[in-house]
């Protein structure tokens, strides 16, 4: 492991043999501004926790246990391309993330992105599962499509009011308050929902909307 100092504290940190981080490890290194795990394939609990980073490239990890990169509030750029699933709280508060690249992600735990101003070209191509609270509060992005998702979690993009058409080929259950207060949404496609719970676009149903979606859909709101 390679370490690097600035002003005497550490800033840059790397590894090239690091395959799987313990937990805790490096949690609230409040000064490391850089890091370096290029074989890295799995990390436990509190990796990376309060990291002030601002760009983050992990090439080959697969795997976020809780709480990875929790509170990184200064990150601008992400790019984790094995990436495959994460557990609760990972980027919860990366309110300056403007990028981020998630190819492989098959399933995220709770409040995965829950608060992001600025992430546009949201991209989840293999996103298959979704808990509570992903992408609650997102104000960057107008258009979402994802392909694979077929269930999602509580407070789905609650507050987001920007986007305007979203795409949901093989979503098949909702939580509570599934995009309740999306007062721009002009179109949605829902061809394959089958059950909705309380809060399914509450303020989107009473203005014109060009929705796709199942006949017999079991939505507690009726």
Known sequence: MK??????????????????????????????????????????????????????????????????????????????????????????????????????????GDYFLSINKELKNIDFPNLVKAGDYFLNANDGENKIFFPKLETVGDFFFTTSKCVEEVSFPELTSVGKNFMAVSTKLKKASFPKLEFAKEGFLTYSRDRPVDIEIKKDLIDVND
Not at 14 to 36: C, G, R
Not at 44 to 68: G, I, N, Q, W
């Open 3 to 108: 370490l690097k100092l600035k002003n005497g504290r550490l800033s840059e940190v790397s590894d090239d043999t690091l395959i799987e981080a313990n937990k805790k490890f490096l949690s609230e290194a409040t000064y490391v501004e850089k890091v370096s795990f290029d074989n890295l394939r799995f990390a436990h609990d509190y990796f990376l926790s309060c990291a002030p980073l601002k760009h983050l490239r992990l090439p080959k990890v697969e795997e976020f246990s809780d709480h990875c990169l929790y509170n990184c509030i200064y990150i601008e750029t992400v790019d984790l391309p094995k990436l495959r699933k994460t557990g609760s709280s990972c980027f919860p508060m990366s309110i300056k993330l403007s990028k981020a690249n998630f190819p492989k992600l098959e399933e995220v």
